[in-house]
């Protein structure tokens, strides 16, 4: 049998429709403003636990025409202002080294003084950040949002959903056994349905739960949650 190479740090294309607004109708609906230029408030900073899908949206936005993001480790020369770039994308703002703090507190002044747009992401809100207090200010310039996780039944429908429009049927334990046995993030749950997939036309096998149990053993990812049935849940 072919060797399945299970890839968890692959990154689907982002798009805003296919993030999962779960409860987060109000943020949604603001990302879609900004993609359009249209919100009237030119800043908004968004935390939220690993995986909630803070870098999703702000690389579905950087799909968008004259628009660039900015990854915490980006050269200097990201952090400039261009009057050709109308929306700037900050993620993970807590992991700014001392040289990108300051260069990102110069951007934040620039966008303002030039009417254009900003979006920026951290774990957790502006005022707790571990970076320069002037650039804490900043960031709490704008609209200030949590992303709130997905509920179980929110993730099993969301991946049902994927499942079907993939014409792939799935025994019904298989989705909430993966939700006990693996990472709980949307991000790696899809990547599995993905590797599921794969695994199921490899084996000619139907997706069921001693599919998923052989994926699981054999595939394990490096940083997968040890099988346990009591773990406590973690946001999307």
């Known amino acids: 049998m072919k ?3 299970l890839d968890l740090g692959a ?3 982002h798009s805003l429709d296919t993030f999962q607004v779960g409860e987060n109708a109000e943020l949604a609906h603001l990302m879609h403003q900004f993609a359009q230029r249209a919100s009237r408030e030119h800043f908004a900073y968004l935390w939220g636990d690993t995986g909630a899908g803070k870098t999703h949206l702000l690389q579905a936005l950087a799909s968008t025409p004259n628009s660039r993001y900015i990854a915490a480790s980006a050269p200097a020369a990201d952090f400039v202002y261009s009057p050709d770039i109308s929306l700037y994308l900050l993620d993970d703002c807590d992991r700014l080294g001392p040289a990108a703090q300051i260069d990102a507190f110069a951007l934040f002044n620039q966008i303002r003084e030039h009417g254009a747009y900003m979006v920026s992401t951290g ?3 502006p005022a707790v950040l571990p970076v320069r207090e ?3 200010t900043r960031m709490g310039w704008g609209l200030i949002y949590l992303i709130h996780g997905l509920s179980d039944d929110q993730k099993i429908a969301a991946l049902t959903q994927a499942a079907e429009a993939r014409g792939l049927t799935l025994s019904a334990s298989v989705l909430p056994y993966l939700l006990s046995h693996f990472k709980r993030d949307m991000r790696s749950l899809a990547t599995m349905l993905d590797a599921l997939d794969q695994y199921s036309l490899e084996t000619q096998r139907p997706v069921t739960l001693p599919l998923l149990r052989d994926l699981l053993l054999s595939h394990p990812p490096a940083d997968a949650a040890q099988p346990d049935s009591t773990q406590s849940d973690t946001k999307q």
């Open 11 to 13: 990154e689907p294309a």
């Open 123 to 125: 774990p957790v809100p």
């Open 3 to 5: 060797q399945l190479v």
């Open 134 to 136: 002037d650039l804490r």
